[in-house]
């Protein structure tokens, strides 16, 4: 089928986040070496090893090519490009109320991405809908002109027109009206009418009902069900995000080079300004060992602060924005003798004792209970104003979300 660029009116949809700050747990020590003092810039392997391991994560990579849908083939409606590491496709019809809302979601998504590809599954609601078949058969008979895409867009635009027209109004009307979109009305007439059209609108629907579909839309990403909360445009860009990942992440821990003895300052550049930060390599030396290595690898260019809590925290670090993102490596927590007692401490997030990653974040206020359970390798000494005129996103609190602040960059000084 014909590939062309999908237009199409917007919408913003409900939003969901996934928080990468747990509560407070109690944590053991499992560190093999003494975080003070290190004498010399290299850790033991064996020690070093015990201390990180790489990972793999379900969703950060691609999902299996094994599904129990047919794969997409030139009979289907595609556009975006061949080689796209995300396919997403979609069973709906022109006339059901979720099928429209997911028109909309797609639009925005697919207007913001250029690494995805859409696959479009025709399925007529016969008996269900009252114009459902005769919107997919509209949509099928424009085929015939290359214009698939164009009656595709028309009908989900003109949809409060033609809704309330009772069946036997609608193929006049479509003919009549689609024609300003540049679909030639007699060519589109006759399509219609040709009983070839219906054969191929039925033969599409019986195939589709064999799949004993239980609800539309059916989303599939990559072959596969997503999870049921994956309907709307943040949870979909979010799962587009973690599987592009998974070509991002690292598949072995960094090497281990961060001298104790030295001094060094991150400077976090953000779309409100420069957050200055001294890191304790001393105290933390494998957070510092990992954060200076993302930085410098480029990590957190472009990465938003996907969480931000006025008077408690600011949390960055996961590329994919959902909170759900890592480096494809984990390393241990690390004892120390600092305390969340004062704002611009800077600590690693986890979802649990020793699963630290890149994921960060900086407090605004004391926060006691946050000791013991999170590693602190860092303190803000300039900037802290920068941080707190973050733009606040707390998904907890429901509605959309705004656009989180950018990272611009990380930059590191050594002394």
């Not at 009116?9 to 409900?14: G, M, N, R, S």
């Not at 392997?45 to 015990?50: I, L």
């Not at 080689?83 to 639009?107: H, K, L, W």
Request: overall charge negative.
């Amino acid at each position: 089928m014909k590939r062309i660029f999908l237009v199409f009116f917007l919408f913003i949809a409900t939003t969901f986040i996934l928080s990468a700050c747990a509560s407070s747990v109690d944590v053991t020590p499992t560190l093999p070496i003494a975080p003070v003092l290190l004498p010399t810039a290299t850790l033991d392997s064996k020690a070093y090893a015990d201390s990180c391991s790489a990972i793999v994560a379900e969703p950060t990579l691609a999902p299996s090519s094994e599904s129990y849908f047919p794969p997409v083939s030139a009979a289907d409606f595609i556009f975006g490009p061949a080689d796209a590491p995300v396919t997403i496709t979609e069973y709906c019809d022109f006339q059901s109320n979720g099928c429209r809302g997911m028109a909309a979601v797609i639009a925005k998504l697919m207007k913001n991405r250029s690494n995805v590809r859409f696959v479009f599954r025709p399925f007529p609601l016969i008996g269900l809908m009252d114009k459902s078949d005769k919107a997919v058969l509209a949509a099928l008979a424009a085929d015939e002109q290359g214009k698939f895409w164009t009656m595709y867009d028309f009908l989900f635009v003109t949809y409060p027109t033609w809704d309330k027209l009772k069946p036997e109004e609608f193929n006049a009307w479509v003919i009549k009206e689609s024609a300003p979109t540049g679909i030639d009305p007699k060519q589109l007439e006759a399509a219609i009418n040709d009983p070839k059209t219906t054969t191929r609108m039925m033969s599409i629907y019986q195939a589709t009902k064999k799949l004993n579909l239980p609800r539309l839309p059916i989303l599939l990403v990559n072959g596969n069900l997503p999870p049921s909360y994956v309907l709307d445009y943040q949870s979909l860009n979010g799962m587009v995000n973690l599987i592009l990942l998974g070509q991002k992440q690292f598949t072995q821990c960094p090497p281990f080079d961060v001298n104790p003895l030295k001094q060094y300052i991150a400077t976090i550049h953000t779309d409100k300004g420069d957050i200055v930060i001294q890191l304790f390599p001393d105290k933390a030396p494998l957070a510092v060992n990992s954060f200076i290595f993302l930085a410098r690898q480029k990590w957190f260019d472009g990465v938003i602060f996907y969480r931000v809590i006025p008077g408690f925290i600011a949390q960055a670090g996961d590329p994919s924005g959902t909170g759900n993102g890592n480096p494809g490596y984990f390393f241990k927590n690390e004892d120390n003798d600092l305390h969340f007692d004062k704002p611009g401490m800077l600590a690693m997030a986890n979802s649990g004792p020793n699963t630290n990653g890149s994921q960060f974040f900086i407090t605004f206020a004391p926060a006691s209970h946050l000791d013991g359970a999170y590693t602190i390798f860092g303190q803000v000494i300039a900037g802290l104003d920068a941080a707190e005129n973050l733009t606040p996103r707390d998904a907890s609190k429901g509605g959309v979300l705004p656009e989180g602040d950018k990272i611009i960059s990380v930059e590191i000084e050594e002394k």
